[in-house]
């Protein structure tokens, strides 16, 4: 347990830049799709979402998970202390798998420029902050 405020703090600078790629990526996807006729700015970008997914984002997922489940690891008790944990974990469960359609529609973007549209992906960028706001609350307040 000596260790355990280090691995926290591992956690939450795991978690940021996680949520750096998550809420970065898919304005990069309406630059991509809003712009797709300048094939220029096009390839710049589609470097950009390539090494924002791959360098940062990812790495920053697996160090998210598995500081948090180390975390858990260390201090069991925790699954005893009410629903705010099961809770959490249903809710990072959704932020993964947010990240990996984001990894997907990269793929299908790539190929074609005019996939989906901008105004579909301004909404889509609202999903990774709606799902943070639910994990941060349930940590801090522990509501039940």
């Known amino acids: 347990m000596a260790y355990y405020y280090w691995i926290l703090s591992f956690h939450v600078m795991s978690f940021l830049s996680w949520m750096a790629m998550l809420f970065y990526l898919p304005r990069l996807f309406v630059y991509h ?3 797709a006729s300048k094939a220029d700015f096009v390839e710049v970008v589609k470097i950009q979402e390539y090494k924002l997914y791959k360098y940062i984002g990812l790495p920053a997922m697996w160090a998210t998970l598995l500081s948090g489940g180390l975390m858990i690891y260390l201090n ?3 699954f005893q202390t009410g629903g705010w944990l099961h809770a959490k974990l ?3 469960s959704f932020l993964i798998a947010y990240s990996f359609s984001l990894e997907s529609i990269r793929k299908k973007i790539a190929i074609n420029p005019e996939y989906k549209s901008g105004k579909f992906f301004r909404f889509y960028n609202e999903v990774p ?7 941060v609350i349930m ?6």
């Open 33 to 35: 799709r809003e712009h």
């Open 129 to 135: 902050t709606l799902l943070m706001i639910v994990i």
């Open 139 to 144: 940590v801090v307040i522990k509501p039940f």
């Open 90 to 92: 249903l809710f990072a």
């Open 76 to 78: 069991l008790g925790l």
